[in-house]
Structures are given as C-alpha cells and as structure tokens.
C-alpha cells in the first residue's frame, strides 16, 4: 500500500514539474518561418521591458552545428538586469542521440529563471523520440503556412486583430494579389491599415 501512494505521489509530482516546464519552454514545429520568428517575436516582448534587457539576455543558437551544451551554459548562467534568459535553438531535431538524452536530462533540473525555445521543420511532434519526448513538457505551436483555400480567413483574422474590418471578397483580393507568403501578406495588411486610417474598415476599392 505504502509502495502504490509512493509511486502515486511520484506520478503526481511529475505532472506538476510538467506543468512548470510548459511555461518556460516553448516548442515552434513546422516550416513556416513567418510563424516560428513571430511566436520568438512575442515571446521576448513579453519576458524583456527594453532593448537593453534582451540583448543581455537572449541568444540563439543552432543545434546542428553547436550541439546542445552552449545553450544550456547560457541558460543555467542567471539573468543579468532581467528576471529570465531566454535561448532559442533551431534545428533541435538534427541533435544526435547523446545530444537529445543530455537535454531531457537538464530538463529535470531546469532553472525557473530559464526559457528555451526549440525549433524543428518537422510537421509532426510524433515522427521522433526527441520531438515527442518536448512536446509532452513543452507549450507546442504548429507553424503551418495555411492551405490556399484557408488563406483568406488566415488574412481576416489577422485583421480583425488589428481592428480592421475587410470587406466580403477584400481578403481574397489580396491573397490574388499578393500570394501565400505570410509575412508578405502581412506586410500589405500593415500598408492597408496605414492607408485608410483613420478608418476602421477597408474595402476592394481600397
């Protein structure tokens, strides 16, 4: 009986470590590049008040050509002026194996003033141990360009959020217009935007 709350307790401490470590690491997987630099965008506003914070704080790092250990280095070193470190490694899938249990390893004694992003190209979080083995401690966001019959809604809804009603066909428009590439699509919602100010809404004619 002792043996079977042992491991309960266990269990449950576990899960409460898992669910520290979703808030300080963040795994981006897919190939949309767009989407990947605007989630590290965000990421950093929100952990670092001013430029200078950031540039003492944060470092990127490649895990196909760096291995793992310069990352964790910098994350275990306290923040300087700030009150986190962020790291953002890409290509975290082309790590070899020793590289992949090394990190799971550190994992387990993660500083809480740490937070590590990870990237891979892969589509899906399942295909490899690694991935898989982040994913289940790590916020996960898919970073997929959107199929060209969703990219009108992708566009509305990145318009709405800027408080820019379009108008029915305005959306589609402008993916005729400008194609698929998000962070150009972007880009032309930001010149709409600026064009029709001070109003709210855009239209075709626009």
């Not at 952990?47 to 895990?63: G, H, K, T």
């Not at 740490?114 to 891979?120: F, G, M, N, P, Q």
């Not at 820019?164 to 066909?169: H, N, T, Y």
Request: glycine content about 6%.
């Amino acid at each position: 009986a002792d043996s079977g709350r042992s491991d309960r307790s266990r269990k449950a401490r576990d899960r409460s470590d898992d669910r520290v470590l979703v808030d300080l690491i963040l795994l981006l997987f897919g190939k949309e590049r767009f989407l990947k630099d605007e989630a590290v965008a965000d990421l950093k506003a929100k952990l670092f008040r001013n430029p200078s914070e950031l540039d003492l704080n944060f470092q990127s790092f490649d895990a196909e050509e760096q291995g793992i250990s310069p990352a964790l280095d910098f994350l275990w070193t306290a923040p300087f002026l700030a009150s986190k470190r962020l790291a953002l490694v890409r290509n975290i899938d082309a790590l070899p194996k020793e590289g992949g249990e090394r990190l799971l390893e550190a994992l387990k004694g993660f500083p809480a003033t740490a937070c590590l992003v990870v990237e891979t190209e892969q589509t899906n979080t399942k295909k490899q141990a690694l991935i898989l083995a982040l994913a289940e401690k790590a916020q996960t966001i898919a970073c997929h360009t959107p199929f060209d019959k969703d990219l009108p809604a992708w566009v509305e809804n990145r318009s709405r959020k800027r408080g820019l009603a379009l108008e029915r066909g305005t959306a589609a428009y402008l993916v005729g217009r400008v194609g698929a590439d998000l962070a150009m699509l972007d880009g032309a919602l930001n010149e709409l935007a600026l064009y029709v100010h001070p109003r709210q809404s855009a239209t075709v004619a626009d």
